[in-house]
């Protein structure tokens, strides 16, 4: 099932179970977020199922350098083989950095959201705003703070809570 709603200049968002159907993207790219990429190292099958559906609709997967940390940060903690599926992960997708403009974009960003009262989490804002520059979605499941960056288009990511699957 596919509910796409628009948010007046945040780009709107796009909510997905299951299967992923149409994914715009003016670039041709979709930037899939921390916590989708950890599903999928985790063998969650919605997370494959997910992934799948993005690279059966003609999308080229990405992520960013920022997610990449990320995923490096918590593999650390589990180990060495941990460490090594996220390298070749990190080299089966399209790894965006934050450039100095990006990052003069999302520091006017996080100016913006913090005199709304509506602070986003520092990595977030960077990864919304890489994203956004390179004319990309993000697919996460942590909509709440992705929706808050201006002009970015968001595609929910969703899945039931549970031990992953191997």
Not at 94 to 122: C, H, I, N
Request: hydrophobic share 40%; glycine share 12%.
């Amino acid at each position: 099932m596919e509910r796409c709603t628009g948010g007046e200049d945040r780009g709107g968002s796009e909510e997905h179970q299951g299967g992923v159907g149409v994914v715009e993207s003016p670039s041709g790219v979709v930037v899939i977020d921390s916590d989708v990429l950890i599903d999928y190292l985790r063998g969650l099958r919605e997370a494959r199922a997910f992934i799948e559906g993005l690279r059966r609709g003609g999308v080229r997967l990405a992520t960013t350098a920022i997610n990449i940390f990320e995923l490096a940060w918590g593999a650390y903690k589990l180990g060495e083989a941990r460490l090594r599926d996220v390298d070749r992960l990190s080299k089966a997708l399209l790894v965006l950095s934050v450039t100095e403009r990006e990052a003069l974009k999302a520091g006017e960003e996080m100016g913006y959201l913090e005199s709304l009262g509506a602070p986003v989490d520092l990595r977030d804002v960077l990864i919304g705003v890489t994203a956004r520059e390179n004319g990309a979605p993000v697919a996460t499941g942590n909509v709440k703070h992705f929706k808050r960056v201006r002009g970015l288009k968001v595609i929910e990511y969703r899945r039931e809570k549970r031990v992953a699957e191997r």
